[in-house]
């Protein structure tokens, strides 16, 4: 969908001209015409079912469905009659789009025009808005909606089609103007063109094409062209290098142009396919005002070519700029014959410019106009002035529909201003000091509360990590900051040392890309590093602390107080801090089981420890960081495998009597190991390495073999029945068994179906006990195979899960680089409650384990191929794809995607001098993740409780508190509606614990 929401406190000025612009006159879009169920007037069905559903319409009283039968490579579509769009003009297409009932193959919702096509994905059966922007090609010729599906036997329901001109406003810097994937740092200029982010096949650069679009690619055939203009105002090209990304279908020449004025073309490559391959322009086209590229395709066979990516990296003359472009679109309802208008937008960039606004001017007839101008949100009237005033805009956080409005002209903008810039939250502590529930992300030009506080509260069970943000925010700059906590006395005399409240400080990373459209671009609070030395804090700025309280399990239950010190260069300050100690304990082994990587050659490289001793201590640190949040790596046990002795033999020397063969296990360092891991950190899972099983993903595969021999030969089958049967009665020996799972072969596609199934009834036949998981949604196919499903969150199903369940199997879910908004995320730049709702989700749904790929993916080799200069995440929070086949270069994850905990600020360049052995930095998103885990402790405490004594309790009280096991909808309602607000959760935690406390004095 359209990415929205990168900031810039900018001016924007845009010239428009066209006649009578206003809603295109379409056929039928919001379905009013026809009757259910039969087929909307003016449309016509194209494969798989489909028609008119008068139930719970968006708008009207009926809406478009279609349903296809899951199969690969089938398409359906219902399409519109025809209608007329300008050639070569800018477009915004509004419609609403659901998805429900039930399937087994999510596919895609196919939506758009013959020529413009979209595929979404992670709908749900909620409405959700869609605005996507194209421009139509440069050739005559009728259009029409088409809108349908791909490989899905879901449910696909659409509303409300719109469709009207658009007009663009790029971020201003001076003279220079910079849209959506065009940055300029000193005198380096980039540009990528955002057609996957986006969605769009339109962009400042973009001059003329004849190509077709889909979803992420241009899409050419014999004849047609792309051309972009790159130019920068006072900022001359002199030199200039392209990267293009392409797949080409049957025989085609994918051809490269370049020129200085778009009139005389200069061929300067014929790029074959291939990820990031280059072209130079020539230096007898620079310096140029303006580079001019033309990409075009021939082909005398039918040949095509999709093109999925389009850079530019060039160098400027002219003053050196830091600036990072964006586009926002303006739809055009109606704007009278012989009138211009031009638009300055900084409000529509960030919430810190809401008060320059909107500015229209007007020409009719080539002379400026007066009058009057409005600015409504929603329906009701935001702001007044006159032409060419500022009209300001809203700053609260939420979705403001806008519509400016003037005699002869009406814009409609829809205004996202992120959650992250919401003031409704925290209470004032007075002397510049406020403070916050952990929950929140706080801004460091979020003003002051309105509501006053008395201290910063926190509440707690008995061995249960919390926290709270204490936020300074002078009026002057102050220098030398520090934050101290006292010890907290409580009843009777007791105390919480003062060792036992953790003072961290929040720090910002720069959000450059923002992951979806969520996030925005600011510096966005993640890393949580200790006081190792005071900081300074500009005046008016706020610089929040985590206040983190883990009381001791025979910590007496009641209320403690103590204070925290601010101090700094001539300044000095206290605020109280209050802990409420609930009357139980929180068990060290939690219920929820979480498996997530940890990839150790990431701080074995950064801390640059080489010696076995000190690659374990710094190890050591990372599992403990892991543990104290409840999170239990795949391979507790990173140095101390089992060693297997197999026997010598090969297919040049092969057994005589294979099954005399016999194999050894020596588990004594293992052993160790996983004890400790146990007993010491309280993990709740881990992987058992599984040799000889093969494994891979949907992009590649490795084929079971051992000592050479493959899976049909009967050396193989007796080895490997030998190995795992030894593997399983030691794990069971131990009472590890139920703990272990094999993670062989990740996210398969249905062509992987039937080698992840020989794998798993292979396994299954030597070694029965051993749990086998599988990151992928419940097939039929699948079935019998593994027994912990682990499918992506948008892909549980509630039906088949809890037939799973139902003969023994677990149900675990995972996200990674997706799901993105609307769904609960992993990312830096989303809401701080993403990560506690997805446990209470988790609950909600009888899940029993949670699953990410990744904890410390600080680099990506691909993104930054240098090993001598590695990523600093402190200064690029983005986790760049690396692997499956992709060339250097940066295609985004998502900020924070796989990364929970940083490495030390000491060793943020990953270039120490030699071993560094402080220990890892928490994020707010792992302590949100902790928090969460401990959430469903508390619930799945409480169920066990009402087990325990329920019958020693009234009906009445037990019916109360076994209510208190589901989920409120304040909290979560779907996964995609949820609290933004951490106060929901805290106030059904309360009440969870209360009821917790009166049970406990149950006898």
Known sequence: MKGLARIFALAVSIPVG?????VVETVNPSFEEGSAPGAPTGWTLSGGEGGLDDAQPRDGSRSLWIRGTGQRETLSFWQSGDFSLDPGKPYLLRFFAARDGEGKHAGLAVTGTGVFSVDLSNLTEQWQPVELVFSTPHREGPSSFRFGQWESDFRFRFDGLQLCRAVPAHARFGAVELG???????????FAAPMAENNTNVCRPTREFTAGFNTYRMVFSDGMYLTFEHRIAEHPVTSARLFLWTKHYGEAVFRTEASRDGATWTEIGEPGEGEKTGVTVPETLLPAEALWVRLSVSSASGGSVQMHGYRV???????PLTAKGDTRWLAVEELADGMDLSVEAPGLF????????????????????????????????FSRGKLGEPLPVPSASGRHP???????????????????????????????????????????????PAAEGKAVRIETAQNEAEAAQLVVRPQETLRGVTVTASALEGPGGALIPAEGVSVLRVRHVPVTTPTDRTGVAAPWPDPLPPQTAPVDVPAGENQPYWVRVKPAKDTPPGEYRGTLRVAADGYETEAPLEVRVFGFTLPDRMTCTTAFGMDISKPLAYHRVSEEADQRRVVDAYLRALADHHICPYDPAPFDPFTVRWPEVSPDNPPADPESLEVSIDWTRYDRAMAEAFEKYHFNTFSVPMEGM??????????????????????????????????EEHLREKGWLDDGFVYWFDEPEPKDYAFVMDGFLRLKDAAPGIHRMLTEEIHDELAGGPNIWCPLTPEWREKEAQARQALGERIWWYICTGPKAPYATLFIDHPGTELRVWLWQTWQRGVQGLLIWETLLWNSPTAYPDPEHPQNPYEDPMGWEYGYGNEPGRRPWGNGDGRFLYPPESVADGRPAGPVFEPPVDTVRIEMLRDGIEDYEYLALLRRALEEKGDRLTPEERDRLSALLAVPPEITES???FT?????????????????????QKQ
């Open 18 to 22: 066209f006649a009578a612009a206003q």
């Open 975 to 977: 996964l995609t509606e």
């Open 694 to 727: 093969g494994g891979g993903t949907y992009y590649s595969r490795t084929p079971p073999s051992l000592l050479g021999f493959p899976e049909e030969s009967p050396v193989y089958r007796r080895l490997f029945t030998e190995y795992c049967r030894q593997v």
């Open 980 to 1000: 933004k607000d951490p106060a929901p959760i805290e106030a059904r935690r309360r009440q969870i614990a209360e009821a917790l406390e009166s049970l406990s």
């Open 350 to 381: 960030s919430p810190d410019d809401a008060e320059k606004g909107v500015t229209l001017r007007l020409r009719q007839n080539g002379a400026e106009t007066g009058g009057e101008a409005a600015l409504l949100d929603g329906d009701t009237v």
């Open 402 to 448: 806008l519509t400016i409005e003037a005699k002869g002209v009406r814009l409609r903008h829809t205004l996202d201003v992120s959650e992250y810039y919401s003031t409704a939250y925290g209470e004032r502590l007075g002397d510049g000091l406020w403070w916050a529930s952990s929950g929140w992300r706080i801004p460091r030009g979020r003003p002051l």
């Open 180 to 190: 959506a994937g065009e940055r300029i740092a000193g005198n380096d200029y980039f």
């Open 313 to 319: 990296e060039a160098e400027l003359d002219g003053p």
